[in-house]
């Protein structure tokens, strides 16, 4: 079969590369794709969001499945367009996206259906937003409600720091029309652990668990970024809390998004704060995760297109998700000053010396190929993953692989994983 996937960043190569290993399929295009992804598919010059060109194509090529690893064509309906078109594509409409696209919505829905997350309160207009703060307990959250790269929450410590983190957002549109609406919430303590799960609109299947590393700085200092690294699986994601999300988050929410006539097909990104009260939902992604992606494909045994179909056929039910009894660490690989101003075009050494055979992935996110050469075209450039028998085995693999790779202005966090050494 023939599999078109829309992308041009780490997720998209490690799918594209997951997608590779399946005995159905025998071409693979991207739309655009990256330098790294062209070693597995065939990249063609078509935005994200040309839909009606990535439909055109499809059509064009007889693609029998397309899978939408990007956020913004998912929310701006993609999916609506290929389905309109009678073509096979995997991910959520339009109007089950929200869950992604509108941070209010999806509060508004964990309100009404009693899954459990902060206390909040949605705000349109700046004047109300600013004047509920002056009664709202420190530290709190202010986070544009729309899609903002993964960039669009701060954590305030006092007032004014949310009142400029409200500005910032309503007056200067320092996130553009993602922050027409926010949502103030309570600031939540604990371990974050990110969720991946499928979704067929009635059935839901888990995911190995992964832990994101958000800021770019060590010891979570500095600004917010795309991700930094990720780990998987966390050790302080139990049985016991596995067992709770189960029965109050997870099925709960495709339920509710079926109930409210969007049922959702394709991946939820559950992402939780295992609070002091028990787990809680921080937000949902509607996608894989970028670089959860990264690590938790490489660990997982099924056919990804077995799993993908059932997910559009409605029969992820007959589908028993597995994953191997192993652990995985992604390093990502930037260019300094990310992620607000950076150099590129920097001739990439070292790629060579990576071996999926032997558990070491390196997927390329902001890369090109110029005059023969990988160089430097993003702020993540490279994510650097590898396998091991367990979560430290794994870490100490992937840092040493990652100094296999040399570029100028190269730079990375020292220690993603490092609550493994906590657990």
């Not at 604990?190 to 832990?211: P, Y």
């Not at 109050?248 to 990104?269: C, H, L, N, S």
């Not at 998700?321 to 992620?339: K, M, R, T």
């Not at 070292?350 to 005059?371: I, S």
Request: aromatic residues 8%.
């Amino acid at each position: 079969m023939k599999v078109l996937i829309v992308g041009s960043g780490g997720r998209e190569h490690a799918i594209a590369w997951k997608v590779a290993q399946s005995k159905k399929v025998d071409k693979i295009y991207c739309a655009p794709g990256n330098a790294g992804i062209s070693r597995v598919a065939e990249c063609v010059p078509i935005g994200a969001m040309e839909f009606d060109k990535l439909a055109a194509f499809a059509k064009e090529k007889e693609i029998d499945l397309t899978v939408i690893g990007m956020d913004d064509p998912l929310v701006g309906g993609v999916v609506d367009v290929f389905e309109a078109e009678g073509l096979r594509v995997f991910g959520p409409r339009k109007n089950a996206a929200i869950l992604e696209g509108s941070k209010a919505f999806s509060k508004d829905l964990m309100k009404k259906y009693n899954i459990p997350t902060a206390a909040y309160e949605n705000f349109t207009d700046v004047d109300k937003a600013l004047a509920y703060l002056q009664t709202a307990k420190m530290p709190i959250v202010v986070k544009a409600s729309g899609l903002a790269l993964g960039k669009g929450v701060i954590i305030c410590q006092n007032l004014e720091e949310a009142e400029a983190a409200v500005k910032e957002m309503m007056l200067d549109n320092k996130f553009g029309s993602a922050g027409n609406e926010i949502v103030i919430e309570e600031f939540m303590t604990g371990r974050e652990v990110s969720v991946l799960s499928f979704v067929d609109g009635n059935t839901i299947k888990i995911m190995s668990s992964a832990q994101d590393h958000k800021r770019a700085k060590d010891g979570d200092e500095g600004l917010n970024t795309g991700g930094m690294g990720n780990f998987s699986p966390s050790p302080f994601y139990t049985e016991e809390v596995d067992a709770f999300c189960q029965k109050y988050i997870y099925q709960p929410t495709v339920d509710a998004m079926k109930a409210e006539g969007r049922p959702f097909k394709g991946v939820i990104f559950f992402g939780l704060m295992l609070t002091p009260d028990g787990p809680k939902v921080l937000e949902y992604n509607a996608r894989f995760g970028d670089p959860e992606a990264q690590v938790v494909l490489p660990r997982m045994k099924n056919d990804i297109i077995d799993v993908m179909e059932a997910c559009v056929d409605g029969t992820l039910d007959q589908i028993k998700l597995e994953f191997e009894d192993n652990a995985a660490v992604c390093v990502v690989l930037a260019s300094d000053g990310y992620p607000v101003a950076y150099e590129k075009g920097f001739e990439i050494r070292g790629l060579e010396k990576f071996d999926t055979a032997n558990g070491y992935y390196c997927f390329h996110a902001g890369t090109k190929l110029a005059d023969g050469k990988f160089v430097t075209n993003g702020g993540r450039v490279l994510g650097v993953t590898a396998k091991g028998e367990d979560l430290k085995t794994a870490r100490a693999n992937a840092y040493a692989a990652a100094e296999w790779v040399e570029f100028d202005n190269k730079y990375m966090r020292h220690d993603i994983g490092k609550a493994i050494d906590e657990a």
